[in-house]
Every structure is written in C-alpha cells, then in structure tokens.
C-alpha cells in the first residue's frame, strides 16, 4: 500500500472518530442538552458554553478530515472521472463541517435568521443531499474502484437512510426527535467512511494503468492475416 492511501485510510477513521465523539462528549458536558431533540450544531451555537471549544475542536478537525480523505482517496484511486465526482460530492460532507465551525447557528438553529444562519442551513443542505448523492455513485457504481463497492441495495439504502432523515429533519411535527434523525443519517455518512477506510488498509486502490498506443509488430499481422484466411 501507498503512503497516500494509508493517509486516506487515516484521515477517513480520524474524521469518523471526531464526528461520532463530539456530540458525545460536548453532549455529557452541556446540561440540559437533548440528543433526542437538537440538532449537533447547537452545541456550537451562540452562547453554548463550550461553543469555541467544539467548533475548532471538533467540528473544524471533523471537516479538515474529511477533506483530507475525499481528497487523497479521489486523487490515488487512478479510476474514472465517475469516482472522482462521487468523491466531489461526498466532500461536501466535510464542507459542511467546516462551516459549522465558522458560521455557528442562532440558538435553536431556526430555519431562518441572520445571514450567518442561513450559510449553516445551506450548508447543512448540500451535506446531506451531495453527500447522500456520493454515497449511492461510489457505493453502487461497477466503474468505480472495489474498495468504495459493495452490494447496491446496502448503497441504495444509505443513500436513502440520509434523504429521508434529512426530509425528516424539515418537517415541524418530527421536531421532538429531529436530533435522532440527524445522528442517523450522520452516522450512515461516516460509517461508509470507516468501511471505505478499513478497505483501503486492508486490500488497497485498484489502479488503472494508463493506455499506451503501440505500433503492432510484423508477428501480429501476420498472424491476423492468416487467421483471416
């Protein structure tokens, strides 16, 4: 294996780490917080108590991570161009980590508010619909390197798990337990992570050799030729 997909591999399983443990630990530190109700980034938000603390020091290296991973997996897989705008769109995953981390929600992170606000919201959007998006192509996908494959109805369902608990997230009635719906559909993201970082350590990147164009030699028309006869 490559020094850059053990980097990949390493930044894939330290970006689910920080991803699963943040909302953990900020979680057990903020009394009162519901993990059933509120959304992960209301423990960054204006005026959380440990809001600076889990913005640079867990959404920030979440999102910095996660590039890193689409990144090096995109640029060392040697396969098509279909792979490496599935990782395009599973970046924003990582894109939408950063911005938690620079443009903290309102308290309660509304649906609409100042303009700090609305850039969480767009961002969180492009997560889980790009994100989803990436899960399907690179997970169902027979162009796309074996490492990021497996069966297509476990890919069609991952895809699926994150739109509808995205949908779900939107709909006013289910606001009593939209946090559960977020940690589901965060969770589907970053386990195909860890599943496509475990692969890369264990079997390594199918690579595409470049195409060559050779002359054919005397032997081989010859031989065509005869055959021909």
């Not at 069966?151 to 559960?180: C, H, N, W, Y």
Request: glycine fraction near 10%.
């Amino acid at each position: 294996m490559e020094l850059p997909d053990k980097a990949a591999a390493a930044s894939g399983i330290s970006a689910a780490a920080f991803a699963f443990s943040t909302p953990l630990l900020a979680g057990l530190a903020q009394p009162g917080y519901q993990h059933c109700s509120q959304f992960i980034s209301e423990l960054g938000q204006a005026g959380a108590p440990h809001a600076m603390l889990v913005r640079f020091a867990g959404f920030l290296p979440t999102g910095l991570l996660t590039l890193a991973f689409t990144l090096l997996s995109a640029a060392h897989t040697g396969s098509t161009s279909q792979t490496r705008f599935g990782f395009v769109l599973f970046s924003a995953v990582g894109w939408a980590y950063l911005a938690a981390a620079f443009f903290p929600c309102d308290p309660g992170c509304p649906s609409s508010g100042s303009t700090t606000q609305q850039l969480h919201n767009a961002f969180g959007a492009l997560e889980y619909l790009a994100g989803g998006a990436g899960l399907a192509l690179l997970g169902g996908s027979p162009t796309t390197p074996s490492w990021t494959r497996g069966p297509k109805q476990l890919s069609v369902l991952g895809s699926a798990i994150v739109f509808t608990a995205f949908a779900a997230m939107l709909i006013p009635d289910f606001e009593p337990v939209r946090g559960l719906f977020q940690r589901g559909a965060d969770a589907t993201l970053f386990l195909a992570v860890v599943v496509w970082s475990v692969r890369l350590l264990a079997g390594g990147v199918d690579r595409v050799a470049p195409e060559t164009t050779r002359r054919p030699s005397a032997h081989s028309v010859r031989q065509r030729v005869e055959s021909a006869e």
